[in-house]
């Protein structure tokens, strides 16, 4: 089974924790971050994840790119981000498909939910991202604790002695 998540980009900014007070600030650092975010999701999950935002600042040219491995989509003019994600929702679905949708705007929960999508509300989106950082950052301090001082055994003494010789310390 192939899983895809939605997300509606300018419903998780304006919900989640870290993301709203970036967005009061610096507008595209909040949108950057919610794409290195879902970056990480997508690197743990698996899953193919796809972020639409409502056209900003822009002709009403639709505009695709791929950023960190995470799709990103900014609508045309006259179409909002929750008309694309309907819209996708219906033409990604499949056999071996699992359509995801997050957002917190129950209109749209529901319409997803009728092309036979999941809903995830801001806040669960944001549980489980939270979650999957913390894991990431507790392997990183594993790696970290884990990996030898060099190829040879040495007692911690006598390393942090030989690095104190290294840095003309001694």
Known sequence: MKN??????????GAWKEL???RDHHFEDSRDRLVELMAEYKAVKG???????DAHLSQGVEQLYLQSDVEVIYTRKNETADERIEKLSS????RRIQIHVATSDMTEQNVVFGNGALRISARELEIEVQIIQSKISQKVKHTQHEKPFGRIHVR????LELEKM???LK
Do not use: K, Q
């Open 4 to 13: 895809i998540l939605l997300v509606d980009g300018y419903n998780m900014i």
């Open 91 to 94: 033409e990604l679905r499949g």
């Open 20 to 22: 709203r007070p970036l």
């Open 166 to 168: 290294r840095r003309g």
């Open 47 to 53: 899953w193919r994840v796809i972020i639409v935002f």
């Open 156 to 159: 911690e003494d006598i390393a």
